[in-house]
């Protein structure tokens, strides 16, 4: 089992920053399949950005590239997301997860990961 919990969201003016946290605990040496996922009321959770913490580099999406990055702190089992150029349209449920499955698995399809955090909103106002 792994736990993982996000903090960081709140609410930001357009053109702010914000940073995620995500706290891992647990057999997380399973899990090689780390990402950030959001989700915006009645729609799918969307894939942010995953990362193999084998040895791939992070993969983002096209609505976050060049704003978003994720790095993480592996001694501490932290992975953070520091948004940056927020926009009214990044206002959503920010999750992180993880997943146990090999290399090919980690995607940004929601339906990959096994442990999810009980994420945190994130509010952009204009």
């Known amino acids: 089992q792994v736990h993982l919990v996000e903090s960081g969201g709140g609410s930001v003016q357009a053109g702010g920053s914000l940073r995620l946290s995500c706290a891992a605990s647990g057999n997380t040496y399973d899990s090689h399949c780390l990402g950030w996922f959001r989700q915006f009321p009645g729609k799918e959770r969307e894939g942010i950005v995953v990362?193999?913490?084998?040895?791939?580099?992070?993969s983002y999406a096209d609505s976050v590239k060049g704003r978003f990055t994720v790095s993480r702190d592996t001694a501490a089992n932290i992975m953070y997301l520091q948004m940056n150029a927020l926009k009214p349209e990044d206002t959503a449920m920010y999750y992180c997860a993880a997943g146990i499955r090999s290399r090919r698995w980690c995607t940004t399809h929601a339906g990959n990961f096994e442990y999810w955090g009980q994420g945190t909103q994130v509010t952009v106002s204009s």
């Open positions: 990362i193999w913490t084998g040895d791939g580099g992070p």
